[in-house]
T-cell receptor
Framework: KAGVTQTPRYLIKTRGQQVTLSCSPI?????VSWYQQTPGQGLQFLFE???????NKGNFPGRFSGRQFSNSRSEMNVSTLELGDSALYLC??????????????FGAGSRLTVL | DAKTTQPTSMDCAEGRAANLPCNHS???????VYWYRQIHSQGPQYIIH???NNETNEMASLIITEDRKSSTLILPHATLRDTAVYYC????????????FGPGTSLSVIP
């Protein structure tokens, strides 16, 4: 059974650019959540999608957005990149709704460097 | 703020049991305790979770105190590959609550 796939694994952007990251959940999983991990702030929740609807959002500016498609695949976008957006972006999927009853399975992450 | 507190770091001798504590004194009756670990900035790996009862799987055991205010993750025979940051989190059974990670415990397994 394939795991959570995130692409690209590594990317370098410059300030002011935008970036789109992709996440393919485990087959059959309908919930996808996104996280940002930096050395200073640790692992922080960005947002979560279930059945193409955003159900919850973390404390991030509007430059961070996402969406989920009908096949449960998800993308997140960061516009007007800042140096502080350099981070490991992680995606997780779960089989049912986003709750403690369902285990989150994480992908390997997309490492973004902003120059 | 994280709902859990963990030691910043721990050492464990290879082959011995690693016991990682977690305090979750404000846990609610419908909140699960989850453990994940992260190796070298890879994605966090699920280890185990429980609601009220102790749990065991092929990776570890989870011991939850009777009042549910704390728990211990036990790796029965630690190997060098168990060196990682271990995160203890709580999640409500039926809710879309944000998942909040603390800084975790950095476990070093010593040869």
């Amino acid at each position: 059974k394939a795991g959570v796939t995130q692409t690209p694994r590594y990317l370098i952007k410059t300030r002011g650019q935008q970036v789109t990251l992709s996440c393919s959940p485990i087959s059959g999983h309908r919930s996808v959540s996104w996280y940002q991990q930096t050395p200073g702030q640790g692992l922080q929740f960005l947002f979560e999608y279930f059945s193409e609807t955003q159900r919850n959002k973390g404390n991030f500016p509007g430059r961070f957005s996402g969406r989920q498609f009908s096949n449960s695949r998800s993308e997140m976008n960061v516009s007007t990149l800042e140096l502080g957006d350099s981070a490991l972006y992680l995606c997780a999927s779960s089989p049912g709704e986003f709750s403690g009853a369902n285990v989150l399975t994480f992908g390997a992450g997309s490492r973004l460097t902003v120059l | 703020d994280a709902k859990t507190t963990q030691p910043t770091s721990m050492d464990c001798a290879e082959g011995r049991a690693a016991n990682l504590p977690c305090n979750h004194s404000t846990i609610s009756g419908n909140e699960y305790v989850y453990w994940y670990r992260q190796i070298h900035s890879q994605g966090p790996q699920y280890i185990i979770h429980g609601l009220k009862n102790n749990e065991t799987n092929e990776m570890a055991s989870l011991i939850i105190t009777e009042d549910r205010k704390s728990s211990t993750l036990i790796l029965p025979h630690a190997t060098l590959r168990d060196t990682a940051v271990y995160y203890c989190i709580v999640r409500r059974e039926t809710s879309y609550d944000k998942v909040i990670f603390g800084p975790g415990t950095s476990l070093s397994v010593i040869p």
